[in-house]
């Protein structure tokens, strides 16, 4: 019988955490450099990502030693992402999971730095890994760049710019979180499977399961920014309207938005099953973007 899901959860929580030590703590870098680059790293968070591509590998292979520096990676690149959100010529935030933003607990330039340094250390890392084949390396890093990139998250970021205090459609608000959150949640799911061996079919279905559990990921987010608790969720509640936010509870009500959430689960778990991968953890984890509190 497989774990629940939140024990899964935390066994690869506390995996990913090792790792981000084991490859920080005895490079030598500035002093304030590591100490802001792992501030970040250790500000909590459930490591989504990382237990996503960990899953997305054993749907189809069962040891994980394969795919552990890649899932780093991927949260490195997640938590410069952040950094830099947070900054104040972003979203200009100053707690991020209960705890102080990066530019709050150093300075802002520090903060930029350390994104900059997680961001590009990402990379050093899986090309290190000895567990990779040179052809595999090629292949993450390329993805890993076109997903976090111009032409995938940083694209998405500036669209949401844009869309601040602007009525925008469906459609553009799917575009928008298509680019921003899924494109990372896509690399995670895509390269998690390639990795372990699924074929060129499977991996059409993970991409277009990727694409609805990143907007059903969006859609929570922004329902739990009007009706989650800030205890909870490690910031104010919000946050989203006092940034001018396009949100789908602002298009849609947030009745609306639950009924769009369940809309694309629906087709989700339609690409999850024609994948082969019904019964792994992917499947719980969709049920658990759906219906998370924080």
């Not at 939140?6 to 981000?20: P, S, T």
């Not at 084949?133 to 844009?162: F, H, N, Y």
């Not at 459609?169 to 959150?181: F, G, N, P, Q, V």
């Not at 369940?262 to 778990?269: G, H, L, N």
Request: hydrophobic share 35%; proline share 3%; charged share 25%.
């Amino acid at each position: 019988m497989k774990p629940n899901l939140l024990d899964y959860i935390n066994q690869y929580k506390e995996v990913i955490q090792k790792e981000f030590n084991h490859c920080l703590e005895n490079m030598d870098i500035p002093q304030q450099l590591k100490s802001s680059m792992l501030y970040s790293l250790e500000a909590g968070g459930k490591r989504l990502r990382p237990v996503l591509l960990i899953a997305s590998y054993q749907a189809y292979q069962n040891e994980v030693s394969k795919v552990i520096s890649t899932a780093a990676a991927l949260e490195m690149v997640h938590t410069y992402s952040l950094i830099h959100d947070d900054l104040p010529a972003m979203d200009d935030d100053d707690y991020r999971r209960g705890k102080l933003t990066n530019h709050k607990a150093f300075n802002e330039a520090t903060a930029i730095l350390a994104g900059d340094a997680l961001l590009t250390y990402s990379f050093e890392l899986i090309t290190n890994d000895p567990s990779l084949s040179d052809r595999e390396k090629v292949t993450i890093i390329k993805m890993l760049a076109s997903c976090s990139g111009p032409s995938g998250m940083v694209g998405g970021q500036i669209l949401d710019m844009e869309a601040e205090n602007q009525p925008v459609s469906l459609d553009a608000m799917e575009r928008i979180h298509a680019l921003k959150t899924g494109e990372l949640l896509k690399f995670a799911i895509y390269t998690g499977a390639y990795l372990g061996k699924a074929t060129e079919e499977q991996l059409a279905h993970l991409k277009t399961f990727a694409y609805y559990l990143g907007l059903i990921f969006q859609v929570q987010d922004d329902i739990l920014d009007v009706t989650g608790e800030q205890e909870k969720l490690g910031k104010p509640v919000g946050s989203d309207e006092g940034n001018r936010k396009s949100t789908y509870p602002k298009l849609l009500g947030v009745a609306g938005a639950v009924e769009q959430k369940e809309k694309y689960a629906i087709k989700a778990k339609e690409s999850l099953m024609k994948a082969g991968a019904q019964d792994s953890y992917l499947m719980d984890l969709t049920d658990y973007f759906s219906t998370r509190d924080h």
